[in-house]
């Protein structure tokens, strides 16, 4: 399937050139800091601005017509991609595999990774795609730390030999409630590039803060156990059907003792595996509910490995403010 | 009383003048005093290109008149005021509160030369924002109406007196949680001006808020009774009878004014002030949510979950889990 799909390579740059590859290929028309897309690939547009002389920030706010890969090349220059995806549908992959078993997988919503690191990004079509990306350089964050700091937590990440994605997870949540209302003002809006240097700026603290309080503890552990637990955890990510597997397991999958894996997850991900896996659960169980697929909130109940639909009912209540049963009537 | 003339511009050569006048010593971007008159410091960034902005938060310990005497005219100053006392804002020999329950908000030319008198005891908190002429066309020129709102007809300058929205208070507020000392205090400042203007620039566009050149009783009341909302954020929505009822007004009265001034009417001013309460505690790590719903007395979890995720697009659990 996937050599069917036409695969647009791009790179990006702290200074406004990039973009001239994205009309070239895609078509549309660049106006100002503003990016219309033509309609033959997307709806959409994007809006790219210099806020500082070492920080840009993009906007994508598009609606895909037909599946593209977006391939962002490395390229050499110094600075990290920061992700912020706020799109509208939660859990978009839904993979049909041959015994007609359908899979979740729950995406990730925040990344960092280095510019000279490629990545890709299959679109899915029709859905409205929300995006900010931060492009820092490497140098500028490190005005934040001492060097004693940077030596001990950092050397690593800024090596450049090293050349990793060293983060990924989900949107702290004084940032979400700047994007959410970000997301409320249009793109053209007179007022939009000052809303938006707002928003940056806001951001930006958040990510530095972020990088200070969470990211030593992180970097002070070994690259295989971070990524392990990442491993698992993705693991868990595509198997939100079943109860929870139990620490025990994750832990031993992931190659270490309990107490061990527990503390790790904590400090990658902000909460427990259980809780974690909890949350995924139930965020799914609102996509099935508006999907309009299940005629009884049993239904989803048992699809989703809850044996009481009344328990399942009762932690949505306290979870999304409504009662499943509301939710399947509206859709 | 003690008088200091204030003399500045959008580039930065009046911040030696301005801590020379007010007795204060100048360390990076702070101007840090601690006198006979005030204590406080004045703060100021260059924000871009024909944009420089400064946060004064001073307590004066005496009455003092400043005198903004500005010898170049190719500015426009933006202030936002916070302050326990009203200030009294000298123009052309005519006097206009500004505080609390007055405006909040003025957009002066630099060409006007401004007396304001500050009383002894009264906390200033201002964000000025200083826009060259030439930078604020730039901007302007994509909001047509905008040069009849703001310009003084008679006098061919610009000047305008307002209160500041809900959000903009927010914006000040979460701003006023960073310590002056971290690293970040200017990149957030930055975030702060931003958010301004680009509030500042709506509001003016949708002429959202459109007060007369005078503050009549009847304004006055509804700010007074905004601030008892405010301070009764915890307890339940007393009814738009009541709130009438203590300013004397008919309901609908009431209720056309309160929109007039706030944009929204007086319940849905109150419920979002009670989110944005709700957020706050949620932030301090010391309630679960259970907790905040019982605290701000909602009849259950569930409503405050569904409202603050429509406010904020997220959940209070979720919110308190990844903070």
Redesign the interface.
Known sequence: MSELIPEFKHIYSLTPEWRQDFINYLGGTIVDEKMYFSEKWSRGSSFFLEILPDVSVIIIDTIVNRPILLTRMASDDDFWIVYYD?SDSFSKHIVEDVNHKIGYKSKLNFGIVDNKIGSSYLATVGERFYSLRLLIRKSYIKT?FTDAEFEKDFKDVFDDKKKKMFFYG?????S??I???L?QNKID???????L??????L??YL??RLNSKMPSMVAHLEKDIEAVMLSQQHLLSNLLVPFPGIELLANNANMSSTKYRTLYNTIF??SPA?YFK?EKLLLAKELLESGDFKFVSDVAYELGYNKTAYFSSIY??????LPNTVLKEF | MKTVTYNYNSSLNWVDVLAEATGGCLEGNFIKGDNEMFKGTHFFLPIEDGITAMLIDTTYKEEVLLKYRNENNNFIGFHFYLTNLDIDFILDDEVTLLGKLNYNLSIVDCTIDLDYIVKKGTRLFVICILFDKEALKK?FS??TPIADIILDAQKNTVIRLDRMGTESLI?INDFRKISSDS??YK??F??????????C??QL?NKKIIIDKTITADIKNIIASKTMLQNSIEGPFPGVNFLAEQVAMSPSKYKILFAKISGVNPGTYFYNNKLNRA?ELLETGKFTVNEVAHKLNYAN???????F?EM????P???????
Not at chain 2, 301 to 307: D, T
Not at chain 2, 317 to 323: D, G, P, S, T
């Open positions: 706020l934040f989900h949107i702290d949540s004084r979400k409630v994007l959410h209302s997301k809006d007179p007022n939009y590039e000052f809303i240097k707002g928003a940056a700026f806001t930006l603290g530095i803060e902000g909460v809780l949350n209540k306290d979870y999304f403010g409504v | 901007y994509k909001i914006l690293s970040l990149v957030y930055k975030g702060l001006v931003y958010g301004l203007i680009g509030n620039l709506e566009n957020k979890v569930s409503y405050l979950a569904k409202r995720n904020y697009g997220i959940y659990k979720e919110y308190q889990n990844l903070f």
